[in-house]
């Protein structure tokens, strides 16, 4: 279990998070991510294009999950800190074991993602980098885990 699990808003989220990823790459909850900023963590959106546009974590760099390919963060140094997300944590968990295995040594996968960064009330823009409310909740099942009542969810 994470040990970030009781940084999670709701509980019965903070079970499916748990019960969804491997452990793999180490997490890291969003308030230690952001409160961490200076860090200099690069945030990657492991999520496809269509849910990027809708919106994403500021200056976050798309890298999707079914056609992930490591030459779009070939510029990065291995050891730069980068922190992997999707909409709760498992696509952003294979994505960090493959830059692992890449090489990349200083990879954490944001525990909860996106939807948790988002129920917090953290900044989240589209692809003008403007601020918006909306987000894409992937569907509709999923998107009951995003609880907060200023996003206006989209799948």
């Known amino acids: 279990m994470s040990s970030y699990a009781q940084d ?9 998070v748990d019960g969804m990823i491997g452990y793999q790459v180490p997490t890291i ?17 492991a999520r496809e294009k269509e849910e990027y546009n ?20 070939s510029d990065l140094p291995k050891d730069k800190p980068l922190i992997v997300y999707c909409s709760i944590g498992y696509r952003s968990d294979k994505i960090g074991e493959k830059l692992e295995t890449a090489g990349f040594t ?10 948790e960064w988002a129920n917090r009330g953290f900044l989240i823009v589209d692809n003008n980098n403007k601020p918006t409310k909306r987000l894409h909740t992937y569907n509709k099942k999923w998107s009951k885990w995003v609880d907060n009542p200023d996003i206006i969810k989209v799948w």
Do not use: R
């Open 54 to 73: 809708i919106s994403h974590i500021p200056d976050a760099k798309y890298i999707g999950y079914d056609n992930f390919d490591l030459s779009t963060i």
């Open 8 to 16: 999670i808003i709701n509980p019965d989220f903070d079970k499916k």
């Open 106 to 115: 200083n990879v954490y996968n944001l525990y909860g993602s996106i939807f």
């Open 29 to 45: 909850s969003v308030e230690k991510a952001v409160n961490d900023s200076l860090q200099g963590y690069i945030y990657l959106d």
